[in-house]
């Protein structure tokens, strides 16, 4: 209670009375209480669901009216799991509208489920899908991923490969809790594979410095920056290729400024893939 009030700038008195006045309109206790603890219990956690649901709607609500009135500027809040491919597209944005005010959030694929459920963003954009009710998805950016080695390795000299012929092979990786590892997993998978990792890292700038170094080869993409000096296979089998989308929810309200540039991500990446 004493750090809630402080959250809230108020007195924990002050605090302890209108929880006890609400607990009372209510009709039923939203906390236990027990040796000095207090908690929500089951009355609690059900009502509170319908509260921050409520409140997401009075936000939803301020953008709509903000958008009948003419108002532009507006916010766009944006989750992701990677930001290298949305930096430019970006800059380019805010170079037309300045005015927009933006927050991103760095997500896995749960919590973004999650963020857009309860409306705390507007939109994510992820290499995995979100398979959710409402949930709406427009893929725009494919990339092809490759197998990444050092100079002087005995595939240096090809310009194609098989994953089921990597099986021995030390691999670098990510994580296994982030997206682009998730993805290669289904890649190895797909080959009937099960590659030994000599390290983990959570950097794309990381497993190309320890390629280069010798340390082991990797599955990457060609977006150029550090990959562009590594030495890259095609990967002939299975297909391994990354679907960059843009999700949001449907049945939650899209303010002007969110609605622009949705649609000014799936225009801009069309472009560059003419």
Not at 2 to 27: F, H, N, V
Not at 82 to 105: C, N, Y
């Amino acid at each position: 209670m004493t750090k809630a009030a402080q959250e809230l700038r108020i007195a924990q008195p002050a605090l302890s009375k209108t929880i006890a006045r609400l607990e009372e309109d209510i009709g039923v206790p939203l906390f236990d209480r027990q040796g000095g603890r207090i908690r929500l219990n089951s009355f609690g956690k059900a009502f509170l669901d319908k509260v921050e649901k409520a409140l997401a709607l009075l936000d939803e609500g301020i953008k709509e009216v903000a958008d009948m009135s003419g108002l532009e500027q507006g916010s766009i809040h944006l989750a992701t799991s990677t930001l290298d491919r949305l930096s430019d597209a970006l800059g380019e944005f805010l170079a037309l509208h300045p005015e927009v005010q933006f927050k991103i959030t760095q997500a896995s694929i749960e919590e973004m489920a999650h963020l857009l459920e309860s409306g705390e963003v507007d939109m994510c954009f992820t290499p995995l899908p979100i398979d959710r009710p409402d949930i709406s998805a427009k893929i725009v950016l494919k990339e092809e991923v490759y197998l990444a080695v050092p100079q002087g390795h005995r595939f240096a000299g090809r310009r194609g490969i098989r994953l089921s012929e990597l099986a021995e092979e030390p691999f670098i990786g990510y994580k296994e809790e982030l997206p682009f590892q998730k993805m290669n997993d289904l890649f190895f998978q797909e080959a009937g594979i099960a590659p030994s990792f000599v390290c983990r890292v959570d950097e794309p700038a990381a497993i190309a410095s320890l390629v280069r170094a010798g340390l082991g080869v990797a599955l990457v993409s060609n977006c150029g920056g550090a990959n562009s000096a590594l030495h890259l296979l095609h990967i002939e089998s299975p297909a391994c290729q990354r679907n960059f989308q843009v999700v949001w929810h449907e049945k939650r309200y899209l303010s002007l400024a969110a609605r622009k540039f949705r649609d000014f991500l799936i225009d801009y990446f069309a472009n560059m893939a003419k």
